[in-house]
């Protein structure tokens, strides 16, 4: 068993009736003196004393005591609740009573109000009845994802008289992971994609040289894309292919974690201000509501940083994709504890380079893409644009923060453009009913669209 952490030194401090008497006997003291009145005196070297050594009583008072913290359940989702269960144990031989608990908790979460922590005996080592130990729980409310340390417990002592009051800190403080909050999405990509031709060319990479395909008769409804003309050749028969469930289909999501677009804006957002970024954690709900709907559809999910997306993953261990089972909470828990936005200076060189067009891998081609762009800078699109061949379909969400200029270079390397302006349009967006992302602009292209035109498969 782990031996229990002592409690950290405080200072004891006079409550309200041992001020008074403080006070109090300062006054006798001062009429004593002045009238030379010496009964009074005895009672006003009383009321200077008993704080005094109430204040020295509960500062030698020392318990010993031992907490475990559990959490009910231990990752919940923004906008949830957990409760938080306390289990104190007394590892003393005397008797713990007449004390207050309070849990410390960081902002934006609601502290528990004070209670009295009922009376624990001495410690049984030998035959434990249970006597030396309490339980207390309490509920807390999570509004945003983060990841929040509860704790430590505080324990608030008081002598007999309630001339002095100390407060201690028991033990350490456990984390609690908040995810963000998750859409339901379509089970279809809507008007975004065709899975079955996704898959079938993810399927025909993997397995160059197997027979992954089966032909069936056409069927009333069959798309003509599925047609196996060689099957049909030799059957004299519409043909049409019947895929196999083989293969490993991908997808891929670029999140915006810089917002490059504004740098200054953004650096005093993150060192001057401690609220959060709208259009941010917007970005960051986004990107959680379609990864886990794409790993409850099959498939293996990347998530990248717009700054390096070949090497910015959200963790070291999601560097190769999160899979099923088990990946969606991975997935959820790495996006709890992705900080505010980064700083994009050390992305600059990684960037440039992808940026300069360097060829797509051939696993990658015919990958769905989906960027989520909170606020991106020229650097940002050009890397979108250049990898605009190894997606099909491409997708861009954006937020009210992407400026015009960068909208219209995506759209002209051929991305599909979503706006999303609030959490309650991430379903409507993904499902294609969402008002069109790109308004009139002027007739000419941005200057950033001509410059990315060469490395853009542009329409």
């Known amino acids: 068993m782990r031996r229990p952490r002592s409690l950290r030194a405080a200072w004891p401090r006079l409550t309200g009736r041992g001020g008074a008497l403080v006070v109090v006997g300062a006054l006798l003291l001062a009429v004593s003196l002045w009238f030379d009145l010496r009964d009074i005196l005895l009672l006003a070297f009383v009321g200077i004393a008993m704080p005094i050594v109430a204040a020295l009583f509960v500062q030698l008072r020392s318990p010993y005591l031992a907490v475990t913290r559990l959490f009910a359940p231990p990752v919940v989702g923004a906008g949830g609740a957990t409760r938080v269960s306390l289990t104190v144990q007394n590892r003393s031989r005397r008797t713990f009573d007449g004390a207050h608990w309070r849990d410390e908790v960081p902002e934006p979460l609601t502290a528990p109000a004070e209670a009295v922590l009922p009376a624990i005996g001495p410690y049984e080592g030998v035959l434990p009845s249970g006597d030396d130990t309490v339980r207390v729980e309490y509920r807390v409310r999570m509004p945003r994802r983060g990841v929040y340390q509860i704790g430590p417990l505080r324990v608030g002592i008081t002598d007999p008289f309630g001339l002095a009051r100390i407060e201690r800190q028991v033990g350490s403080g456990h984390e609690v992971v908040v995810t963000p909050r998750v859409t339901p999405l379509d089970a279809a990509l809507g008007s975004a994609a065709s899975v079955d031709g996704v898959l079938h060319g993810l399927r025909r990479l993997s397995h160059p040289n197997s027979d992954e395909l089966i032909a069936r008769e056409y069927r009333y409804g069959d798309p003509l894309r599925r047609v196996n003309w060689a099957a049909t050749a030799r059957r004299g028969e519409l043909m049409v292919r019947e895929e196999e469930q083989r293969g490993d289909p991908e997808a891929r999501i670029i999140l915006d974690t810089t917002l490059a677009g504004r740098p200054r804006v953004s650096s005093l957002r993150r060192e001057g201000d401690a609220g959060v970024h709208f259009g941010f954690e917007l970005g960051v709900e986004v990107t959680a509501s379609i990864g886990v709907h794409l790993l409850e559809r099959g498939f293996r999910v990347r998530c990248d940083r717009v700054g390096d997306p070949e090497r910015g993953a959200l963790s070291t261990e999601s560097a190769s994709g999160y899979r099923m089972p088990g990946g969606d909470r991975m997935f959820l828990e790495d996006l709890a504890r992705l900080e505010g936005p980064t700083s994009p200076g050390g992305d600059e ?84 009913t969402a008002a069109p992302a790109r308004t009139r602009f002027a007739a000419a292209a941005s200057p950033l669209a001509v410059e990315t035109e060469g490395v853009a498969d542009a329409p």
Do not use: K, Q, Y
């Not at 989906?370 to 997606?391: I, K, S």
């Open 349 to 432: 060189a990684a960037s440039a380079e992808n940026a300069g067009g360097a060829a797509p891998r051939a696993r990658e081609a015919r990958m769905p893409g989906f960027a989520v762009l909170v606020d991106p800078d020229e650097r940002d699109a050009r890397t979108l644009v250049a990898l605009r061949p190894t997606f099909e379909p491409a997708v861009a969400f954006v937020t009210e923060g992407v400026s015009a200029r960068i909208v219209d270079a995506l759209e002209h390397a051929d991305w599909r453009v979503v706006r999303v302006r609030r959490p309650g349009e991430i379903g409507a967006a993904w499902s294609g």
